[in-house]
Every structure is written in C-alpha cells, then in structure tokens.
C-alpha cells in the first residue's frame, strides 16, 4: 500500500514546496514593482513642481506686460 502512495506523497510534496517558491519571488516581484511606483510617483511630483513654479513666472510675466501696456495705455505720450 505504501509503496503506491509513495509516488503520488513526493508529487505532492514537491507541488507543495514549488508553490511556496513561487510564493515567495510573487512577494519579492510585489516588493519591487511598489518600489518603482514609489519612485515613479516621487519624480513625478517633482516635475508637476517644476511645471507649476514654471507656469507661475510665465503668468507673472504675462501680466506685468499687461499691466504695462494698460499703463501705457491711460498715459499716452503726447508729441
């Protein structure tokens, strides 16, 4: 009797044990991938940082040209 479920006990065990493998290096991929998101997340912070500084000294720029003009506008230089 044994000697029939010898076999099919070491198939099993075997299973058992590669699934416990693949368990593990699931968790470690898991781990990883978290990591570069992590990392992905944090450049991409920085650069909507950079971008939003950047947008506000264009339109800080833009409307002192516009206040300008509108200045130039209501005194006009008379020859």
Not at 15 to 34: A, E, F, T, W
Not at 36 to 59: C, N
């Amino acid at each position: 009797m044994i000697n029939q479920w010898g076999p099919a006990i070491l198939v099993c065990f075997t299973i058992l044990l590669g699934v416990l493998y693949n368990n593990k290096r699931i968790d470690d991929l898991k781990s990883d991938i978290n990591k570069r998101i992590d990392d992905l997340r944090s450049e991409i912070h920085t650069r909507l940082d950079d971008l939003r500084s950047e947008l506000i000294a264009r339109i800080d720029a833009v409307e002192k040209r516009l206040i300008d003009r509108i200045e130039r506008l209501e005194h006009p230089v008379v020859r």
